[in-house]
C-alpha cells in the first residue's frame, strides 16, 4: 500500500492488486505441475495405448488449471474441498452441546478448535486474558471507543488520527522481540436495548409537565429498545509465548502462562498508552464475563438487549457459546439464526483518503468488521521486497526480449514495489492483513438481504467482498469475535 499527499495535503492511499505474475507465462507451481502432467498423459497414451486412462488423466490435469471460480486456480481448491468432505465424512460440520458433560472450568463452550480457549483472569489489571495452549498464545481485549466523530472532523484531522494508529502497528514491526503476533480491530453493530437512556427516562421524566411529550418519548424509547443501532469497538493484542526473546522474558517473570501475563501486561500498558494518539478512549480491558457476553451475543446478536436490562445472567463462560451449530459450505446455522462471513478480497484500486471504510462500517444493518493485522519484522519484509523487486525486472526483461508488450498492470505493480522498499527503508513496517465481515439473519431470506447490504455498502468503500466456503465455522471466530484468531 502506497501513500502521498495531495494538493490539499491530504494523504491517500492506493491497494495494489496481488501479484497474478506467476512463474511462466502467469502460472504458478501448482499449474505448472498439472501441465506437465498433461503432456506425460499423452505421451503415456501413445505409448502404452492405454487412451482411456490417460485421456481422463488428461482432462482432469487440464481442466483444473485455469481460474474458473472466482479468479481463483481450480488446483487451489482441491485442498480446501477434500478438507470440507472429510469433515462431513467425520460429523464436524455439526455442533451439539451435551448438558450433562460438564465442561473444564475457564473454558469457552464454542465449536471446533476454538473450544480449547481458556480465560484466564489477571489479578492485577482484572483482564480476561485467553490462553491457546496449542499455539501458546495469550490475548487481552481492550474495550475502545472514539475521542471524537471521526467521519465529521476535517481532513487534516483524519490524517492525524490515521497516522497515530500508523505508528502504534508500525512500532510492532520495528521491535521484533516484543512477541506481539497479531493485532486486531472489530467493529460491532448490534442491536441497541436503549437501558441507559429508558433509566434515565424513567428518573427523570415527568407527565404532568406535558402528558403529549411524555407519550411520544415514551413510544419512541419502546420502539429504540428492539429498533436502534450501536457501535461498539475492541482492539486485541496478541503474544507469542514461543517467539524469539518472548520466551526468556516469561522464564525470567516466573515461567509458564503466569510469566505470560506478566509479560504480556507491559505490552497492554503500552498499547493503552498509545490509544489517545489514535483518538481512541479505552474504556478497560474485557474480564472474563465480557468475554462470556461477547461470545453470546455473537451467535445469538437478538440476546443483546435482554443481557444488558439483566447484567446478573449470561456471564458464563460455558454457556457462551451456541447450543447446536449446523455448518453449511456458504453460511452455518445456530439455534438462534443463520450467520454468513464474507471476506474483503479486492481492497480500492483508486488513491483512497483515510475514512475509506465509513460506508461498510456504519451500514444499517447488524453486522461486525474485523481488521486482523500481523506484523512482519522490518528485516524480513525488507527481504520479501528486494526479492519481489528482483523477480519483477527479471521477468520485465525476459518479456522485453520475448517481444511482449509491458501491460499498465505490470508497471503498477513495479511501481508499488519501489514506493514499498522506500517506505520500509525510512522506517515505516509491513503487514499482512485481512478483513472479515459477518452478517446474522433470523432466516435465509433474512440472511441473504443483509449479505446484499454490506456488499452494496463496501462497494461504495471501494471494497469487493466475497463468501467464504467451507470454513464458516472457524472464519465466524475470527470475524465476529475480538479473540484475536487468525485465519
Known amino acids: 500500500m502506497a501513500a502521498e499527499a495531495t494538493e490539499d495535503r491530504r494523504w491517500t492511499a492506493r491497494f495494489p492488486r496481488l501479484s497474478g505474475r506467476g512463474l511462466i507465462m502467469g ?69 451439539r452441546v451435551r448438558p450433562l458433560a460438564p465442561r473444564p472450568a475457564g473454558t469457552l463452550g464454542l465449536p471446533g478448535d476454538a473450544a480449547r480457549l481458556r480465560v484466564l483472569v489477571d489479578d492485577k489489571t482484572g483482564a480476561g486474558l485467553l490462553h491457546d495452549p496449542r499455539s501458546r498464545t495469550l490475548t487481552a481485549i481492550a474495550r475502545v471507543e472514539p475521542l471524537d466523530s471521526f467521519a465529521l472532523a476535517e481532513g487534516t484531522q483524519q490524517d492525524v488520527v490515521a497516522g497515530g494508529w500508523g505508528s502504534l502497528l508500525s512500532s510492532f514491526c520495528a521491535d521484533t522481540s516484543n512477541g506481539v503476533s497479531r493485532v486486531g480491530v472489530v467493529l460491532r453493530a448490534v442491536s441497541d436495548g436503549g437501558e441507559e437512556i429508558n433509566n434515565w427516562f424513567q428518573e427523570q421524566g415527568n407527565p404532568d409537565m406535558s402528558p403529549a411529550a411524555y407519550e411520544a418519548y415514551r413510544d419512541y424509547i419502546s420502539v429504540s429498545r428492539t429498533d436502534s443501532i450501536r457501535h461498539e469497538a475492541f482492539v486485541t493484542i496478541t503474544l507469542n509465548m514461543k517467539s524469539h526473546g518472548v520466551a526468556a522474558l516469561i522464564r525470567e517473570a516466573g515461567g509458564g502462562v503466569a510469566g505470560g501475563a506478566e509479560v504480556l501486561r507491559t505490552r497492554m500498558e503500552f498499547v493503552r498508552g498509545q490509544f489517545t494518539e489514535a483518538a481512541l478512549r479505552f474504556n478497560s480491558w474485557a474480564g472474563s464475563d465480557d468475554v462470556a457476553v461477547l461470545a453470546r451475543t455473537a451467535y445469538d446478536p437478538d440476546a443483546q438487549p435482554e443481557l444488558e436490562s439483566h447484567p446478573e445472567v449470561g456471564r458464563s463462560l460455558a454457556g457462551a457459546g451456541p447450543m447446536a451449530l449446523d455448518e453449511s459450505f456458504t453460511y452455518f446455522r445456530t439455534e438462534a439464526g443463520y450467520q454468513r462471513v464474507l471476506l474483503v478480497v479486492e481492497w480500492p484500486r483508486k488513491p483512497t483518503t483515510a475514512g475509506f471504510l465509513q460506508h461498510l462500517v456504519v451500514a444499517q444493518v447488524r453486522h461486525t468488521f474485523a481488521l486482523i493485522c500481523e506484523p512482519i519484522p522490518t528485516r524480513k519484509a525488507m527481504s520479501q521486497a528486494r526479492r519481489a523487486s528482483t523477480s519483477a525486472e527479471t521477468s520485465r526483461q525476459w518479456e522485453n526480449k520475448s517481444g511482449a508488450v509491458d501491460s499498465v498492470e505490470r508497471k503498477r505493480e513495479r511501481s508499488a514495489l519501489a514506493q514499498e522498499e522506500s517506505a520500509l527503508e525510512s522506517g515505516h513496517g509491513a503487514l499482512n492483513f485481512a478483513g472479515l465481515v459477518s452478517v446474522s439473519g433470523n432466516t435465509l431470506d433474512e440472511l441473504r438481504v443483509a449479505t446484499e447490504q454490506v456488499r452494496t455498502a463496501a462497494s461504495r468503500s471501494g471494497c469487493e467482498l466475497r463468501i467464504i466456503g467451507g470454513e464458516q465455522a472457524s472464519a465466524f471466530i475470527a470475524a465476529a469475535l475480538p479473540f484475536g484468531r487468525g485465519l
Open 27 to 95: 502460472l504458478g507451481k501448482a499449474q505448472l505441475a498439472l501441465v506437465g502432467i498433461a503432456f506425460v498423459c499423452v505421451i503415456g497414451a501413445f505409448m502404452t495405448q492405454l487412451w482411456a486412462f490417460f485421456g481422463t488423466l488428461l482432462v482432469v490435469s487440464v481442466a483444473l488449471v485455469p481460474t474458473w471460480f472466482t479468479g481463483r486456480p481450480m488446483i487451489l481448491w482441491a485442498p480446501l474441498l477434500g478438507q470440507w468432505f472429510t469433515r462431513m465424512a467425520r460429523g464436524q460440520t455439526k455442533y
